[in-house]
């Protein structure tokens, strides 16, 4: 094995394993919404608000963490997002008000999230591999990530019911804490700019001039839209549909464990076949899924099969968007252009997650959303069809030169 490939693989183990407590531990914070809420008397709009808080802070922070990895390197920016994420956890486990939740939840942990989670973390395994296989690579990290998923639910529940929520939050800042020692694995140093090489303004100007990038912008919100309102309102949603507490986590958990296979193959596949065209086929299947869970009898082997059928889908959408970025524009400024699309990504999980609670809170239902869901679904399709995975004129210049 040469050198390459060693230092690509430790890379790849780095990101792995910081994608899978980032994310891991992230996935199971709807498991909190519940014990909070009784225990400070909050409607469930509370703690749906702070987590939509999070996710939007997230998104608006990651452009500017993505410059920063793109420019310096992605340790430092990883460094500091897990330390605020890991204050964010010890300080939720004080929170008390809608206002020391949304700084600890919301502020804190989302601007750590934005730090150690896809768009600088798969920046770094683009630059470090082959651009032949980038992206079976970052399927690989997600497929780590959703893992993370699986392995942290069952551990998460099983935290409160040991140590209660507030103690399960100060154990769980603790785990994040590892990422800190992994960042050593990201060994991530960009070239110093060269003369004639884009200044950052230049980057942006010509991704805002593409029309494909706005358009994976776009169904990049739907898929935030759809993940966090599931993932923060399943639960409570099956407790309301007459069926026990466990299922809902287990059901969450399926999603983690097949979100492992789902993003691995949507790698796999996207260095085969037109990333855009999977990407309209994942949001089509996505809308059958949700409208047979909706709409068919509800069982508890009915709310299994949702959680593998969606989880197969849930971050599918990860390394066939980056992917895409990376083949029209290239890798050099790949964390900030993947930070901007993810911020469409958040502004939609900022919408589905809290919406999710505001409805619910005034109809008592989540009808509503889950029918919003199904025409985002069909939206995202439409609007992935049109790219086409052609580099700007500009890398096809230097590949031609």
Same mark, same amino acid.
């Given at each position: ?23 891991? /531990?992230?996935?199971? =914070? ?9 225990? =400070? ?28 990895? @793109? ?7 990883? %460094? ?20 020391? &939740? ?25 630059? !470090? ?20 998923? =699986? *392995? ?7 935290? #409160? ?7 399960? $939050? ?6 994040? *804490?590892?990422?800190?020692?992994? %960042? ?11 003369? @004639?090489?884009?200044? $950052? ?13 706005? &358009?994976? !912008? $776009?169904? =990049? ?8 309102? /599931? ?8 407790? @309301? ?39 309209? *086929? $994942? ?6 899924? #949700? ?33 895409? %970025? ?34 619910? @809170? ?9 029918? #919003? ?6 939206? !995202? ?21």
């Amino acid at each position: 094995m040469n050198s390459t490939w060693r230092t690509s693989g430790w890379v790849l183990l780095g990101a792995s394993l910081i994608l899978a407590l980032s994310l891991g /531990i992230r996935h199971g =914070f709807g498991l909190f919404l519940a014990p909070m809420s009784a225990e =400070f008397g909050w409607g469930r709009e509370v703690f749906a608000f702070a987590i939509a808080l999070q996710n939007l802070i997230w998104g608006l922070a990651q452009p500017f963490t993505g410059a920063l990895a @793109d420019r310096y390197g992605a340790a430092r920016t990883v %460094v500091v997002g897990g330390v605020l994420y890991a204050v964010g956890l010890a300080l939720m486990a004080l929170a008390d008000s809608l206002w020391s &939740l949304s700084l600890s939840a919301g502020l804190l942990i989302g601007i750590g999230l934005s730090g150690t989670s896809f768009s600088v973390i798969l920046g770094v395994v683009g630059r !470090a591999v082959p651009a032949e296989k980038r992206s079976m690579a970052m399927g690989i990290a997600a497929a780590a990530g959703s893992f993370g998923q =699986f *392995a942290m639910l069952p551990g998460t529940l099983g935290l #409160i019911g040991w140590l209660g929520w507030s103690s399960a $939050l100060l154990a769980l800042g603790l785990l994040v *804490a590892l990422i800190v020692p992994l %960042v050593g694995l990201l060994r991530d140093n960009p070239q110093p700019p060269q003369a @004639d090489e884009q200044s $950052l303004g230049e980057a942006l100007r010509e991704a805002a001039a593409h029309s494909g990038f706005w &358009l994976l !912008a $776009l169904g =990049f919100f739907v898929c935030g839209f759809q993940v966090v309102f /599931i993932g923060v309102h399943l639960p409570a949603y099956l407790v @309301d549909q007459q069926l026990p507490a466990r299922v809902g986590t287990t059901v969450l958990a399926l999603v983690g464990l097949f979100n492992v296979f789902g993003t691995y193959l949507a790698g796999w596949l996207g260095g085969r076949h037109p990333k855009p065209q999977l990407l309209t *086929a $994942l949001y089509l299947l996505r809308a059958v899924v #949700i409208v047979a869970f909706v709409y068919l009898p509800l069982s508890e082997w009915g709310a299994y099969a949702f959680g593998m059928a969606m989880g197969l889908l849930w971050l599918s959408t990860v390394p066939l968007t980056n992917g895409t %970025v990376a083949t029209l524009f290239g890798v050099r400024n790949l964390s900030m252009l993947g930070g901007i699309v993810f911020l469409f990504h958040q502004l939609g999980a900022f919408l589905g997650g809290w919406l999710g609670g505001w409805l619910y @809170d005034r109809t008592g239902s989540y009808e509503l959303v889950w029918q #919003i869901s199904i025409a985002l679904s069909l939206m !995202a399709a439409l609007l992935n069809w049109p790219v086409r995975e052609r580099p700007v004129a500009r890398l096809q210049a230097a590949g031609a030169a």
